[in-house]
């Protein structure tokens, strides 16, 4: 794979020339947005820290979290093209045993640039860490918002499987046809899809990382092939892998020196065909009760 690299205010930029692009850079993010174009992204999704004080974040007082995010989430909204979407995934702050949702607390600040939200997505998974005090948290949310009512929305190619894919009209002039729709149903607004742990395929040394899959059915059902889709807090890349695995221009950024070289070998693979990701729509395992 052929790629060219500069340095540019001592940070490495290495675009990918193919069909599909990736720009990726170890930046600070609002100086990496604002060097972008307005309206230029279709998409713009991500995961921001949750103020947990974990390895890749650094613990801030709230009050300066909000307006850490009121900043991000302006220069979003900026970027956003006149027919695209923000996809702002978030989970909990806990501070001292007590819950502060993310997402309610951010939806006012998407509201200041008259976004409309069309969905808060639940994303729940099976693991994680087991509290003592209160049950276990197995979801988190996924905000989207729109800048206007003209949107792209596909919703075939993101389509799972119907659970009654030979029901039929039971009445009516289609009486004894089938109801169902031959490509499938809608996902819905709640979505049972694996978190990326020790032994997930898509692993890396990212301790909170996108799940590609979660990713990916954002950017085909919010963009068509040649768009631009932004990840401002890129980690190690998993929305750009979802981006450029459906021929989609990936945009994004760190300030993590060995996450976004994680990016870039992750990104290299996938052109090079050998990097593994688990498939969108595969189905969560069912142990049988005699697994160990």
């Given at each position: 794979?052929?790629?060219?690299?500069?340095?540019?205010?001592?940070?490495?930029?290495?675009?990918?020339?193919?069909?599909?692009?990736?720009?990726?850079?170890?930046?600070?993010?609002?100086?990496?947005?604002r060097?972008?174009k307005?309206?230029?992204?279709?998409?713009?999704i991500?995961?921001?820290?949750?103020?947990?004080?974990?390895?890749?974040?650094?613990?801030?007082?709230?009050?300066?979290?909000?307006?850490?995010?009121?900043?991000?989430?302006?220069?979003a909204?900026?970027?956003?093209?006149?027919?695209?979407?923000?996809?702002?995934?978030?989970?909990?702050h806990?501070?001292?045993?007590?819950?502060?949702?993310?997402?309610?607390?951010l939806?006012?600040?998407?509201?200041?640039?008259?976004?409309?939200l069309?969905?808060?997505?639940?994303?729940?998974?099976?693991?994680?860490?087991?509290?003592?005090?209160?049950?276990?948290?197995?979801?988190?949310?996924?905000l989207?918002?729109?800048k206007?009512?003209?949107?792209?929305?596909?919703?075939?190619?993101?389509?799972?499987?119907s659970?009654y894919?030979?029901k039929?009209?039971?009445?009516?002039?289609?009486?004894?046809?089938?109801?169902?729709?031959?490509?499938g149903?809608?996902?819905?607004?709640?979505?049972?899809?694996?978190?990326?742990?020790?032994?997930?395929?898509?692993?890396?040394?990212?301790?909170?990382?996108?799940?590609?899959?979660?990713?990916?059915?954002?950017v085909?059902?919010?963009?068509?092939?040649?768009?631009?889709?932004?990840?401002p807090?890129l980690?190690?890349?998993?929305?750009?892998?979802?981006?450029?695995?459906?021929?989609?221009?990936?945009?994004g950024?760190?300030?993590v020196?060995?996450?976004?070289?994680?990016?870039?070998?992750?990104?290299?693979?996938?052109?090079?065909?050998?990097?593994?990701?688990?498939?969108?729509?595969?189905p969560?395992?069912?142990?049988?009760?005699?697994?160990?």
């Amino acid at each position: 794979m052929q790629t060219s690299a500069k340095n540019i205010h001592d940070q490495t930029v290495v675009p990918f020339r193919r069909a599909t692009t990736a720009h990726i850079e170890c930046r600070d993010n609002i100086e990496f947005m604002r060097s972008q174009k307005k309206g230029s992204m279709k998409l713009i999704i991500t995961s921001p820290p949750y103020n947990l004080g974990k390895s890749y974040e650094q613990h801030t007082p709230y009050e300066l979290y909000i307006e850490q995010q009121a900043v991000a989430i302006a220069e979003a909204a900026r970027l956003l093209h006149p027919n695209g979407s923000i996809c702002w995934q978030v989970g909990n702050h806990v501070d001292d045993g007590e819950v502060f949702p993310l997402d309610i607390l951010l939806y006012p600040l998407f509201k200041i640039h008259r976004l409309k939200l069309r969905n808060r997505i639940v994303w729940t998974f099976g693991h994680g860490l087991h509290c003592q005090k209160r049950f276990s948290g197995r979801h988190e949310t996924i905000l989207w918002f729109t800048k206007s009512d003209d949107y792209t929305f596909n919703l075939d190619p993101v389509r799972i499987p119907s659970k009654y894919p030979w029901k039929k009209h039971f009445k009516g002039p289609k009486r004894g046809e089938i109801s169902s729709n031959p490509l499938g149903k809608n996902p819905s607004d709640v979505w049972e899809i694996p978190n990326v742990k020790a032994n997930h395929v898509e692993k890396t040394d990212h301790p909170c990382q996108f799940p590609v899959g979660l990713v990916e059915r954002l950017v085909l059902a919010l963009t068509n092939p040649g768009e631009n889709v932004l990840d401002p807090y890129l980690g190690v890349g998993s929305s750009a892998i979802a981006a450029l695995k459906n021929n989609r221009n990936a945009y994004g950024c760190d300030i993590v020196q060995e996450y976004v070289d994680i990016a870039n070998k992750r990104v290299e693979s996938f052109f090079a065909g050998t990097l593994r990701t688990r498939p969108m729509n595969k189905p969560v395992y069912d142990p049988d009760g005699r697994d160990e």
